[in-house]
C-alpha cells in the first residue's frame, strides 16, 4: 500500500495499536497520516476527524477506488474530511495504490487482514461492531463485498454495517450494449465505459476466484450485514448492481438500494450540492 489517491503527502506516524488514533488530544487536526503495522507489514491509514473528537464512539472504515475508473486521485482526502465533519464521524481510510494487474485477489485480501485487525483493536477499546461502518466506491465497495464473503468464511470479524457507492460488479452489460443505459452513456461518457472495460480486461482477465463476482452466487451464508447500495442513474455498471441487489434480496431483507438521479460512476467528486446532500442525508439515515 502506498499513498497515491490522497493529497497528503506528510510524514507517516507509526503506531503499533489504535488508541492515541481514537482517542486524539483536542488540538488533533482534521487529517492525520499513520501507518499501523498488521503482523509486522506496515499498512498506511488516513485518520479523519470531525470537528469535535471527544467521545469518537462510531467509525467508520473507509476503502476508495481505483483513481483510473472513479478519477477521483488526489480528492479523497477532501471527499473524506467532508464526509467526517458532515457526518461527526471518525474516519479511517485505507490508503492504497491502484490495483495492478494479477493482483486483485491479492488486494481482496489485504483488505480483509486490514478490517479485521481494525475491528478487532477498535473492539478493544470500547467500540461496539453496531458503530463501525463500512463504505466503500467503486472498486473499493467491490472489496468490502470481499471482504465479507471472507469474514464470514472465517467467522470474523462481524460486519454488521456497509454502505456499497456503485460497486464494480461486472462488465457484460458494458459488453453487450443491450441495456439502454449502455446506449445513453456511450454518447455522453464515453471515457467511463473505456476505463471501465481495460479495468476488467487488463485486471479481471482470467479470474475464476473474482471475490466480487462470486458473492453474487452466495447462498448458503445466512448472516449478512445491513447493506446500503447507493448508485447513479447514468453510471454505466447500474444494471449489474441492480442484478447484483435483486440477487441479494432474495436471501435478506436488510439491504436497500438507492439510484441518484443524474448522477454518474465516481459521482463523490461531484460538486453538486443537491446530489451531497441527497448522498449525505441517505448515509447518515443509514448509519445513525
Request: hydrophobic share 35%; with cysteine; charged share 25%.
Amino acid at each position: 500500500m502506498h499513498n497515491t489517491n490522497f493529497d497528503q503527502i506528510e510524514k507517516y506516524r507509526l503506531y503499533r495499536n489504535l488508541k492515541d488514533i481514537v482517542h486524539p488530544t483536542i488540538s488533533k487536526k482534521n487529517i492525520s497520516n499513520y501507518k499501523i503495522i498488521i503482523k509486522e507489514e506496515l499498512i498506511p491509514l488516513q485518520i479523519f476527524y470531525p470537528n469535535k473528537v471527544s467521545n469518537l464512539t462510531s467509525i467508520i472504515i473507509f476503502v476508495h477506488g481505483d483513481s483510473t475508473i472513479t478519477q477521483c486521485q488526489r480528492q479523497y482526502a477532501t471527499i473524506c474530511k467532508e464526509l467526517a465533519i458532515s457526518l461527526n464521524k471518525m474516519i479511517i481510510a485505507l490508503d492504497y495504490k491502484n490495483i495492478e494487474p494479477g493482483k486483485l485477489i491479492k488486494f481482496y485480501q489485504d483488505c480483509y487482514q486490514t478490517i479485521n485487525y481494525l475491528y478487532q483493536e477498535l473492539i478493544k477499546l470500547n467500540i461496539k461492531e453496531k458503530d463501525i461502518t463500512l463504505i466503500g466506491d467503486s472498486t473499493g465497495a467491490s472489496a468490502l463485498i470481499a471482504t465479507n464473503f471472507i469474514a464470514q468464511k472465517k467467522q470474523t470479524p462481524k460486519i454488521e454495517k456497509e454502505i456499497l457507492l456503485y460497486p464494480v460488479i461486472g462488465i457484460k452489460s458494458l459488453k453487450s450494449n443491450k441495456h439502454q443505459i449502455i446506449t445513453e452513456n456511450n454518447k455522453i461518457d464515453e471515457l467511463t465505459i473505456n476505463r471501465l472495460k481495460n479495468y476488467f480486461n487488463n485486471g479481471l482477465k482470467g479470474k475464476k476466484g473474482h471475490f466480487a463476482l462470486r458473492s453474487l452466487q452466495m447462498k448458503e451464508e445466512k448472516i449478512f450485514p445491513n447493506t446500503l447500495i447507493i448508485t447513479g442513474s447514468t453510471d454505466p455498471l447500474k444494471e449489474e448492481i441492480k442484478k447484483y441487489f435483486n440477487q441479494q434480496k432474495k436471501q435478506k431483507q436488510n439491504i436497500k438500494y438507492i439510484e441518484i438521479p443524474f448522477a454518474n460512476h465516481g459521482f463523490l467528486k461531484s460538486k453538486d450540492q443537491e446530489l451531497k446532500k441527497e448522498l449525505l442525508e441517505e448515509i447518515r439515515n443509514f448509519i445513525k
